[in-house]
Every structure is written in C-alpha cells, then in structure tokens.
C-alpha cells in the first residue's frame, strides 16, 4: 500500500486530464469515424470490447461457424454481428428495411451473401431445411408475441434438422427491460412456450449475461 504522501492519486489524476484534453479527443474521434469498425448499430455495443457482448460472440456466435455450412441473420442493421458470420459458405441476410440492406452492403458485399428483404416475418428465396445456423440479435427485443410466433413458424421451414437457431429478445423480469418503452413484453417463460408451441427443442439458454434481455437456442424437434 502507498504512503499518504505519494503522488500515486495526483500523477494518476494528470494522466487522466493528458488522455481527456481536447487534441487527444480530438484525435480519439477522428479514428472512430475513420475505423473499418465505425459502422451502425455500434452505438448500442461492440462484441469487440463489450465483455458481456463478447462473451455472447464467443459463446453463441463463433462456435457456430462452418465454412461448409448455410446461415441467415434477420435484422442485421450495418453488420455488427454479420462480420462474424462471413465464414458460412452461404450467409441470408434477411431484413424488413431494403435502407437497411442498402446500408450493409456498403461495408460487407460478399460474394457467398445473399441479401433478402422479407414483408415481416417471411424468409422469400431461402430454400426449406437448408439453413444450419440461423441468428438474430437485437430484432426479437422490439417484437410483440405474435409477430414472435409467425416468425418461428417461417424458421421451421428454413432450418436444417440438427440445425441451430440462436435468438435475443426482450426479457421484462429484468429492470432495463421494464424502464425500456421499446422492449416488448416478453420474458423467459413466454419465449419458452413459444418456441417449444412452434415445433423446436430448446437446447440451451442464457437469462443471466444480459441487463435488459435473454438468449435462447434451439433446434427443430
């Protein structure tokens, strides 16, 4: 432990205000703007630095990953969490929002993408039983129950048999959920009823990593 006369505090306190002067936030700035990494969707986290969004990355994201295989993401704003999923052979990008679409294809247009803009819960153009890995993030925290169920319909067409569906939605039991007027009203429970009514085998979940909101895995039954 320092003596009380060290200038442990003070030295710390002058580095702060050299990290926080103008020119250096300045310069901190810039980089976000120039960053490859500067793209929408990162003001809500980046699963780079996050350690909650990470740990999802590297636990519900990654291990998912086969250069042999087919996946789709709904709702994948400027690329957040497509980046990830750029080694599937093929990668659905499947959105409501054609600006959206627009909006992705200016940083990640590759040629095993294929972009899809569905009329809200459809997947138009993506071939029955093919999908292997089927995500979404951040889109199933703004929807209401039944747009929930008609979705998870139209999944049971697309997913493989053996096929994995990972999905973060909206958890009320939760403070930040409740005190967000953006979050639909859903919970574990609820999410449970549903993809177990829709024909799916939950394979695991994860009420705990997130603030405002829970993970779910599951497979066609």
Request: net charge neutral; hydrophobic share 40%; no cysteine.
């Amino acid at each position: 432990m320092p003596d009380l006369d060290t200038s442990l505090h003070t030295d710390m306190l002058a580095s702060f205000h050299r990290q926080n002067s103008l020119p250096r936030r300045l310069y901190r700035g810039l980089r976000r703007e120039l960053s490859s990494d500067n793209i929408y969707g990162m003001a809500w986290g980046d699963p780079e630095t996050e350690a909650p969004l990470k740990f999802i990355r590297n636990r519900w994201v990654l291990p998912y990953v086969h250069g042999d295989q087919t996946a789709l993401e709904i709702g994948p704003g400027g690329g957040r969490w497509t980046r990830y999923l750029l080694g599937f052979e093929r990668l659905y990008v499947v959105d409501f929002y054609p600006d959206l679409l627009t909006e992705l294809k200016k940083r990640f247009d590759r040629p095993n993408m294929v972009f899809v803009q569905n009329t809200g819960t459809d997947f138009p153009g993506v071939p029955a039983g093919r999908v292997d890995f089927l995500f979404s993030f951040g889109v199933f925290v703004h929807l209401d129950p039944p747009l929930i169920e008609r979705y998870l319909t139209s999944m049971r067409e697309i997913l493989a048999p053996g096929g994995n569906a990972v999905l973060h939605y909206s958890d009320k039991t939760k403070i930040m959920a409740v005190k967000n007027p953006t979050f639909s009203q859903n919970d574990p429970e609820k999410m449970r009823a549903m993809v177990t009514a829709a024909g799916f085998d939950i394979l695991e979940e994860d009420t705990t990593t997130l603030w405002h909101s829970s993970m779910i895995r599951f497979t066609r039954a």
